[in-house]
């Protein structure tokens, strides 16, 4: 049993910041991926950034220089730091890690965590 919940967002002004955490409870699986997406109101659910077990990172070119993942080991905990923040980047934001499941892997999701980047 692992659960996965997002916390940190809100309103924010253009040009402002955020930091979303993604807080690990339960059973701790080693985790191959970690990663943050994204679904804004009628869109598709979309990938935001990675980090791999070894710490490789990848981002969307829409937040690329703007946001960055990270993760505190012994905290359980993963971040999303949200710098220069635009108005399209309003959205649900959900946390996802991959994990170990049998031979193959399987995928566990947070609620989501609301941000709103408006003046």
């Known amino acids: 049993q692992m659960q996965l919940v997002e916390s940190g967002g809100g309103l924010v002004q253009p040009g402002g910041s955020l930091r979303l955490s993604c807080a690990a409870s339960?059973?701790?699986?080693?985790?191959?991926?970690m990663g943050w997406h994204r679904q804004a109101p009628g869109k598709q659910r979309e990938w935001v950034a990675t980090m791999t077990s070894g710490g490789s990172t990848n981002y969307a070119d829409s937040v690329k220089g703007r946001f960055t993942i990270s993760r505190d080991n012994a905290k359980n905990t993963g971040y999303l730091q949200m710098n220069s923040l635009k108005p399209e980047d309003t959205a649900v934001y959900y946390c996802?890690?991959?994990?170990?499941?049998?031979?193959?892997?399987?995928?566990?999701w947070g609620q989501g965590t609301q941000v709103t980047v408006s003046s």
């Open positions: 339960g059973t701790i699986f080693s985790i191959y991926v």
């Open positions: 996802n890690a991959q994990i170990p499941s049998g031979a193959g892997i399987s995928s566990i």
